[in-house]
């Protein structure tokens, strides 16, 4: 299968919406789906910083995305790959375009972003009570401040989508299994991808 035909899944949203969870859950040990955990490629720089408790600005975001981008690419090159499923929060809208060009226009991937929509609240209850994690829990408000949604107007379910974009919202009874479950439905009835 050529590059070009294997599918990009990103699955993307503010701290604690269960990126790495579902992103994983998808994955589920499929020989030919292939998973990025996005955190484990920031600089050491950008860990130390969030550790203080301080938000991550666009030249701290920079370097990671292109990293995410590159590692996209570079995994999309196996030849026992067929879909590649990463986590990032992807919140801005040139996040993105970098994670889709890096930092050259030729270098294109065309993924999927799967947006975990949750209200602030469903996810402050969730930070809160994680442990050992570098992200606190005030950082929160900073990632719905920066997040641009992939959706213009801000409405679900608009096709005017900046890139291509399935969106699961969360909600305080909906289990990581059930979102995983509607991922997955849903990638595989609105994009023909079965995972
Ligand atoms: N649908 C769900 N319902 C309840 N808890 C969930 C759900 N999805 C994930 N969780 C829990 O929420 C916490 C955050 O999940 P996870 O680490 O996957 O999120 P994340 O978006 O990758 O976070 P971060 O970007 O901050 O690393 C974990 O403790 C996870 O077990
Ligand atoms: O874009 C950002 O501000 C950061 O990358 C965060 O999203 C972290 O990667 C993650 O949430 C930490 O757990």
Redesign the pocket.
């Known amino acids: 299968m050529s590059a070009n035909k294997k599918t990009v899944i990103i699955v993307m ?1 503010v ?8 992103a994983k859950g998808l994955q589920n040990e499929q020989k030919d789906v292939f998973y990025i955990e996005g ?1 484990d490629l920031h600089p050491q720089s950008n860990i130390d910083k969030m550790s203080q408790g301080t938000p991550l600005n666009d030249d701290d975001r920079y370097p990671w995305l292109c990293a995410i981008h590159n590692r996209i690419s570079s995994t999309l090159e196996d030849e026992n790959c067929r879909v590649v499923i990463a ?1 990032c ?1 992807s919140l801005k809208h040139k996040y993105r375009e970098i994670l889709t060009k890096g930092e050259s226009e030729k270098a294109k991937v065309r993924p999927i972003f799967l947006h975990l929509k949750g209200d602030f609240d469903v996810l402050l209850k ?1 930070i809160s009570q ?1 442990k050992g994690h570098f ?1 606190k829990s005030q950082m929160l408000e900073s990632q719905y401040a920066a997040l641009e949604w992939p959706y213009k107007n801000d409405i679900v379910g608009d096709s005017d989508t900046d890139y291509d974009t399935l969106t699961v919202e ?1 909600t305080e009874s ?3 299994s059930d ?1 995983i479950a509607e991922a997955r439905r849903r990638l595989n009835q609105d994009r023909g991808v079965s995972i």
Not at 15 to 22: D, E, F, Q, R, Y
């Open positions: 949203g701290s604690a919406c269960g990126k790495s969870t579902i955190d986590s929060s969730r994680r992200m969360l909906k289990s990581a979102v």
